[in-house]
C-alpha cells in the first residue's frame, strides 16, 4: 500500500484478556519497529525487526510482550493478560534498509484496558 | 543506558515569535533525524542530519547538527498556528534507533 497500515485503529479490552496488534508497512520496507505512546508522551521503543535478522526485542517490558513479522512483511505485536498500565498508543514504523532516510509511521492502535 | 532528552518539555509562543527545541543525546549519533506529530496523529519525518555541524533549512525552520554528534536543535522562525504538535529528534547509535523526549509547542494566535 502507500502508507503503513495499522491495525485495529482503536481496541478496548477487558483486563486479563490476551490482544493482536497488526502493522502492514510499506512494500519492500526491510526495517520495521513498534513503539509505544502514553497520553502526552514520548515513544517507548519495543521491538525492531530487518531483514530476516533475529529482532532486538531488548525494549519489549515484560513477557506478557511478543512480536513476530511473518515473511519480512506484516508484523503482529501481541499482548496477553493485558494490564490497564498496557494502555496507550501502540505505533509502527518502516524503513527500506536502515532507516537512514527516515521512518514512516503508521496512524496507531489505541489500545484501552479497562 | 542511552538517553536522549529534549529541553524544554512544553513552550507557548505567540504567533509570529521564534521558538528553538534543543536535543541532547548521552551517546555519539551516527544521524539525527527530526519528526513532528500533530495533536492525535503520529510522528511525520521532516529531515535528518548526518555530518558533524550540518545546517539545513526547510522554509521557515532551521536544524543544526552538534560538532560532536550528542546534540541538535531545531529552531522556527516567526510561528505559526500551523506548526502547533510535538516535535521529536530521534538518531541511531549502531542499529539501535532513539527518539528524544519531545517538545510540545504551542501557538497562541
Known amino acids: 500500500g502507500a502508507g503503513v497500515s495499522q491495525s485495529p485503529s482503536n481496541k478496548v479490552t477487558e483486563k486479563g484478556k490476551d490482544v493482536e496488534l497488526r502493522c502492514d508497512p510499506i512494500s519492500g520496507h526491510t526495517a520495521l519497529y513498534w513503539y509505544r505512546q502514553s497520553l502526552g508522551q514520548g515513544l517507548e521503543f519495543l521491538i525492531y525487526f530487518q531483514g530476516n535478522s533475529a529482532p532486538d526485542k531488548s525494549g519489549l517490558p515484560s513477557d506478557r510482550f511478543s512480536a513476530e513479522r511473518t515473511g519480512g512483511s506484516v508484523s503482529t505485536l501481541t499482548i496477553q493478560r493485558t494490564q490497564q498500565e498496557d494502555s496507550a498508543v501502540y505505533l509502527c514504523?518502516?524503513?527500506?534498509?536502515?532507516?537512514?532516510?527516515?521512518?514512516?509511521f503508521g496512524s496507531g492502535t489505541r489500545l484501552t484496558v479497562v | 543506558g542511552q538517553q536522549v532528552m529534549q529541553i524544554p518539555q512544553y513552550q507557548h509562543v505567540q504567533e509570529g515569535e521564534d521558538f528553538t527545541t534543543y536535543c541532547n543525546s548521552s551517546t555519539t549519533l551516527s544521524n539525527i533525524q527530526w519528526y513532528k506529530q500533530r495533536p492525535g496523529g503520529h510522528p511525520v519525518f521532516l529531515i535528518q542530519l548526518v555530518k558533524s555541524g550540518e545546517v539545513k533549512k526547510q522554509k521557515r525552520l532551521t536544524f543544526q547538527f552538534g560538532e560532536a554528534k550528542k546534540n541538535s536543535s531545531l529552531h522556527i522562525t516567526a510561528t505559526q498556528t500551523t506548526d502547533v504538535g510535538t516535535y521529536f529528534c530521534a538518531g541511531h547509535t549502531g542499529n539501535q534507533f532513539y527518539f528524544g523526549t519531545g517538545t510540545s509547542l504551542t501557538v497562541i494566535p
Open positions: 514504523a518502516s524503513s527500506p534498509g536502515q532507516g537512514l532516510n527516515g521512518y514512516t
